[in-house]
C-alpha cells in the first residue's frame, strides 16, 4: 500500500521562527489533507489541497503531485501552533480511505 | 453548517468488558463515515469505513467491530476487550463529493 513519510518527526522553534514540514508519499493521490491536533488531540483541519498552493494567515501549503510530495508552511510561529502536524492522502487506488503519515510534533518555546 | 459528535468523552473499563462509542453527524445527508484509533504518542490507524447505511468496511482484523444503524450515525463495538485496544478513538465524515474529512472530538479509552 501506500507510504506517507513526514519530516521532520520532532522540530522545536523559538516564538516568531519560520518553519517548513514535508510530507512524501509513494504513489499517486486524489486528495490531501493537512491537520494540525492540539494538546487535547482534537484534528483542526488546516488545508485540503490535492494540487497548487493555498495560504490561510501564517500557514500556507503546496503540493506538487506529479512528484509526491507537500510542504507546510509556519510562518512567525507562536506557541498556540505547538502540537502535532499530520499529512493525510487519499490514494487514487483506495477511494474514500486516508491514510495517515507519522506526523511531525512542533514546540514552539515562548 | 455540519457538526459531529462522539460520546463518550473519557472511558475506563476492565479487561473483557463489552463496548460501543456512538458518533452522529449533523447537518449532511449520505456522509462517508470512518473510524480511526490512535495509540499514545503515535499516528492515525484507520479501522473502519462506511459509504452508506449498513455498508461497513474492515481496515484491520481485530475483536472491533462497526454498524451504521442510520444515515447518520456510526457506532464502534466490541463484545470483549483486550488491553491492547486501549487508545484515542476518532470518528470522522465526508460528504462523499470533494471528500475533505473532518473529525470529531474523540473518544479516550483505558482498558485496565
Known amino acids: 500500500g501506500i507510504q506517507v513519510e513526514q519530516s521532520p518527526p520532532d522540530l522545536i522553534l523559538q516564538e516568531g521562527a519560520n518553519s517548513t514540514l514535508r510530507c512524501n508519499f509513494s504513489d499517486s493521490v486524489n486528495n490531501l489533507q493537512w491537520f494540525h491536533q492540539n494538546p487535547w488531540g482534537q484534528l483542526i483541519n488546516l488545508f485540503y489541497i490535492p494540487s497548487g498552493t493555498k495560504q490561510n494567515g501564517r500557514l500556507s501549503a503546496t503540493t506538487v503531485a506529479t512528484e509526491r510530495y507537500s510542504l507546510l508552511y509556519i510562518s512567525s510561529s507562536q506557541t498556540t501552533d505547538s502540537g502535532v502536524y499530520f499529512c493525510a492522502v487519499e490514494p487514487t487506488s483506495g477511494t474514500y480511505k486516508y491514510i495517515f503519515g507519522t506526523g511531525t510534533r512542533l514546540k514552539v518555546l515562548a | 453548517s455540519q457538526t459531529i459528535h462522539q460520546w463518550p468523552a473519557t472511558l475506563v473499563q476492565p479487561v473483557g468488558s463489552p463496548l460501543s462509542l456512538e458518533c452522529t453527524v449533523e447537518?449532511?445527508?449520505?456522509?462517508?463515515l470512518y473510524w480511526y484509533r490512535q495509540a499514545a504518542g503515535r499516528g492515525l490507524q484507520l479501522l473502519f469505513y462506511s459509504v452508506g447505511i449498513g455498508q461497513i468496511s474492515s481496515e484491520v482484523p481485530q475483536n472491533l467491530s462497526a454498524s451504521r444503524p442510520q444515515d447518520r450515525q456510526f457506532i464502534l463495538s466490541s463484545k470483549k476487550l483486550l488491553l491492547s485496544d486501549s487508545g484515542f478513538y476518532l470518528c470522522?465524515?465526508?460528504?462523499?463529493?470533494?471528500?475533505?474529512?473532518?473529525f470529531g472530538p474523540g473518544t479516550r479509552l483505558t482498558v485496565l
Open positions: 447537518g449532511t445527508s449520505n456522509p462517508n
Open positions: 470522522a465524515w465526508t460528504s462523499g463529493t470533494d471528500n475533505e474529512q473532518f
